[in-house]
């Protein structure tokens, strides 16, 4: 059965409101729970961006959930320093943390002043450094000379199972690529048919027999037209689609790029309704593709009344 979890927004929330949020989804009967991890949010309105490793000790401690993050390797990250905050974790929390690995997006790797490569490139790194996290996680001492340089690394302190390494992918081109080497799939999306064909271009790379997990996005309010203005206050800097996604480097830029957005464009990328019954239904059809979770962002501000409400009306009708 596919497991219904919450996912907490670093870049809308304080760190101190997520902590409450996922003891509230875990209290209201949310399976597990999936944190973003950004250096910048994506537009000034959203307003936060904590640090999500050193939160997730914190949640991991204080509720029982399982969680997973994804985050990008081989610029602000380096990947042996990232094994060992997996590690860390998952010595503590056994087999509650998996492990997302995605190309980066330049809002968040820039910082470093690293030059921001081609997609091509980004993948071939991204595979790199996957190669490199999973050698420490298994106890190996790692030398590489490569796109990234790492020097006679060993993890110490190792978790008895390691986490799963995901790959992140929203095209099938890049699902297919990390299917070589990644031991599941997380992907974004609300429609079931482009849902399909990024698993199935996963399949057929490599990750037949693997879990895949889909992280959705509503908005839900009792008001149907807040639930419409707080989609596009919150979210319109992300329905812009293409490769603008992970080239522009500040929020003050997605807020130029999304400044065509209109409110009725959010259904696009958003399952927006006050209907709790609609949002039963389209999260019914997306388990239908055989999801191993599915994490649900609440895009819209008021997150304490969705998880009561979803908790309450939503997740026993998926249950059934």
């Not at 209290?27 to 910048?40: D, P, Q, R, V």
């Not at 029982?64 to 990250?77: D, E, K, N, Q, S």
């Not at 889909?214 to 807040?226: E, G, I, N, S």
């Not at 895009?299 to 998880?307: L, M, P, R, T, Y």
Request: charged share 20%; aromatic share 8%.
């Amino acid at each position: 059965m596919t497991r219904i979890g919450y996912h907490a927004s670093h870049e809308q929330h304080a760190p101190s409101a997520l902590l409450r949020h996922v003891q509230a989804a875990e209290a209201a009967g949310f399976a597990c729970a999936m944190s973003s991890e950004h250096f910048k949010p994506w537009s000034r309105a959203q307003g936060h961006s904590g640090n999500a490793w050193s939160w997730l000790g914190a949640a991991l401690a204080v509720t029982r959930l399982p969680f997973g993050i994804i985050t990008a390797p081989g610029y602000r990250h380096h990947p042996a320093v990232l094994a060992q905050s997996a590690a860390t974790l998952s010595e503590m929390f056994p087999e509650r943390l998996w492990l997302a690995l995605g190309s980066g997006q330049r809002l968040n790797e820039d910082i470093t002043g690293l030059p921001w490569p081609e997609k091509a490139e980004r993948n071939a790194r991204l595979a790199e450094c996957a190669g490199i996290i999973r050698a420490l996680l298994d106890g190996e001492t790692v030398t590489h000379h490569g796109r990234v340089t790492v020097i006679d690394a060993r993890l110490y302190s190792l978790p008895k199972t390691p986490p799963l390494l995901i790959g992140a992918a929203v095209t099938e081109a890049t699902a297919r690529a990390v299917g070589a080497w990644a031991d599941g799939l997380v992907t974004v999306g609300i429609e079931p048919d482009k849902l399909r064909s990024v698993v199935e271009a996963f399949r057929e790379g490599g990750g037949e027999g693997k879990p895949v997990f889909l992280q959705t996005k509503v908005c839900w309010d009792l008001d149907p037209a807040r639930a419409l203005t707080e989609a596009h206050a919150q979210w319109s800097s992300n329905a812009i689609e293409g490769e603008v996604n992970w080239e522009l480097s500040r929020p003050e830029d997605f807020e130029t790029a999304a400044r065509f957005v209109r409110p009725d464009d959010m259904h696009a990328c958003v399952r927006i309704s006050h209907d709790l019954g609609r949002h039963a239904a389209w999260l019914a059809q997306l388990t239908e593709l055989g999801f191993a979770e599915i994490i649900i962002h609440q895009v819209g501000a008021g997150q304490e009344s969705f998880i009561e409400a979803f908790g309450r009306e939503v997740l026993p009708q998926i249950a059934r």
